[in-house]
């Protein structure tokens, strides 16, 4: 894929592949949602954001997505400046993100091999080809049984798992997840987080936001923790 | 189209809507179009009516009767003496009795000329120039009545035009809501698309293809009901034709004028979206 090639290509000139430097988010209406916020991940990294509700988690991963755009200070994603990023190319720079959404944004008119299939289909790949790589995601996630299903009558655990197999579908360089086990007890958001390292295992970056502190007990992470839109 | 068929119901009933509101235009296109035809055929005899001074000889009348038959535009040359024409006032119910008071015949001798072309300008341009041959006393063109015609014809093509305006904006509207409705219908699969790397193109074209392709079923539609309304009406116009002794049938819509109506209406469906999808995915982004 020669998106992918542009990518790789700029990763090797800066080291890092997420880079904030003096960013600021403020909203209309004068809330600051973060405030003077620097700090650069490098590629092959998992990196833990945690924080009270409200410290500014989301805001940050949707600066990384381009989602929402930084008031001032500079976001570096893969060399990329996000915050001045033209409109037309923010969908390729998001070809290369796996984004998990709070909100999960499932949706339920469709299968989950529908769902998972969309980000291929939106970047124009073959069906076949689709198929077979949405197939694989399914599987790595445990979920090829439940291709059929309509995600409404999924769990909550396979909700999630199925929102990690449409953002590992693309084979992004990095997995951004909001808050990926608020919603889940012990046991199935411990298996979350235990894939989300095999993915990391195998070269993605990972961030991930997570107001539970057990698997960073656990796992030990680099944290990056918000106070009020403060990193500290 | 998955779209389209995914709701057949709705679908069918935008596509008569907009069926409705292209067909009266249509319909009045047709019509005019037949009246055009049929008043072209009625009025070829338009005339005018040339008299001579009262001193005029026999050379004189032979004379203009040459020139009037060399005028182009002229199609029929016919001579009313005064004799025959007091013969005919005669024979007028009422006229008889005034007749035999007067002393002695005082209508002149005349021409009544027909002209090739039912067209005002023709025959006003003809007037002048008859007026200007020797002996003519008088010339009287009966083109009051070509020209009333043709501004009746006028006047319809340009209600026509506006109907067709006014219901073009309504066609519009009707596929901006069709859009608008869709765009809001889907809103989650058009946020998420956006949030996985779909780009602006790939979201608007299927709503374009939506847009285009109702206003086809829709023009489709008016071309259909336009033919029945046709198919009807003739069968009506037989039995009036045949008390009448005439030829009058309606033409339908031909192939070409037919394909350009499902263009047109493809055309506007296009517009709609546009301004639709513009404005309305502009409101998501800005969520």
């Known amino acids: 894929m020669p998106a992918n090639s542009y990518l790789h290509c700029s990763t090797s000139l800066a080291t890092d592949i997420i880079s904030f430097s003096q960013v600021f988010k403020r909203y209309p209406g004068g809330y600051e949602a973060l405030k003077d916020v620097s700090f650069s991940v490098e590629p092959g990294e998992m990196v833990f954001i945690t924080g009270h509700s409200g410290a500014g988690k989301t805001t940050l991963l949707k600066l990384i997505g381009a989602i929402e755009r930084a008031s001032s200070g500079t976001v570096l994603v893969a060399g990329q400046n996000v915050s001045s990023m033209r409109r037309r190319a923010i969908p390729f720079l998001r070809r290369h993100l796996g984004l998990i959404f709070q909100d999960q ?30 197939r694989a995601a399914l599987d790595k996630v445990g ?35 909001d808050e990926p086990t608020a919603s889940l007890d012990a046991d199935y958001a411990d298996a979350i987080i235990e894939m989300f390292r095999s993915f990391n295992q195998v070269g993605v970056t990972v ?7 057990r698997p960073i007990r656990k796992l030990n992470p680099r944290v990056l923790t918000l106070h009020r839109g403060n990193l500290a | 189209m998955r779209r389209f068929a995914a709701n057949p119901f709705a679908s069918l009933l935008n596509a ?27 009025v070829t005899d338009a005339q005018i009516s040339v008299f001579l001074a009262p001193d005029a000889s026999k050379s004189d009348i032979t004379e203009i009767d040459r020139r009037l038959r060399g005028t182009p535009g002229v199609t029929r040359v016919e001579f009313v003496g005064r004799e025959q024409a007091l013969a005919g006032l005669k024979r007028t119910p009422g006229m008889a009795e005034v007749v035999a008071t007067l002393p002695d015949n005082p209508l002149p001798d005349a021409f009544v ?25 008088h010339v009287q063109a009966d083109s009051a009545w070509v020209q009333r015609v043709s ?16 219901l073009s904006f309504a066609l519009v509207a009707v596929t901006f809501n069709t859009i608008r409705l869709q ?22 074209r299927p ?47 031909g192939l070409t004028d037919g394909l350009a109506v499902l263009a047109f209406a493809a055309a506007l469906g296009w517009l709609g979206t546009f301004l639709s999808v513009s404005r309305h995915l502009h409101q998501i982004e800005q969520e």
């Not at chain 1, 309509?150 to 084979?171: F, H, T």
């Not at chain 2, 008569?16 to 296109?29: E, K």
């Not at chain 2, 109702?214 to 009506?236: K, S, Y």
Request: contains cysteine.
């Open chain 2, 183 to 204: 765009i809001l219908t889907q809103r989650g699969e058009i946020e998420l698309s956006k949030l996985i790397g779909a780009t602006d193109a790939y979201i608007r």
């Open chain 1, 207 to 213: 961030l991930i936001s997570t107001h539970d502190d």
């Open chain 1, 105 to 134: 944004k499932l949706l339920y008119d469709r299968s989950a091999f529908d769902n998972v299939m969309l980000p291929l289909v939106v970047t124009g790949h073959s069906w076949r080809d689709a198929a077979r790589r949405a």
């Open chain 1, 143 to 177: 979920l090829l049984d439940r291709e059929r299903a309509n995600p409404i009558a999924l769990s909550g655990g396979e909700q999630q798992r199925l929102c990690i197999a449409r953002a590992v579908v693309n084979r992004p360089n990095i997995l951004v997840a």
């Open chain 2, 16 to 42: 008569v809507v907009i069926g409705v509101a292209l067909a009266l235009p249509l319909g009045g296109y047709v019509l005019l179009a037949n009246l055009q035809h049929f008043a072209r055929g009625l």
């Open chain 2, 151 to 166: 501004s009746l014809l006028n006047f319809g093509r340009t209600t026509v035009v506006l109907m067709a305006a006014l």
């Open chain 2, 113 to 137: 000329v027909t002209l090739a072309e039912n067209e005002p300008e023709l025959a006003r341009r003809l007037e002048q120039e008859i007026k200007n041959l020797p002996r003519v006393a």
């Open chain 2, 207 to 253: 709503f374009f293809y939506l847009g285009a392709l109702q206003g086809v079923f829709g023009g489709l539609a008016a071309w259909v009901m336009v033919e029945l309304a046709i198919f009807v009406l003739n069968r009506d116009l037989v039995g009036l034709a045949t008390l009448y002794g005439a030829n009058a049938k309606l033409q339908p819509l």
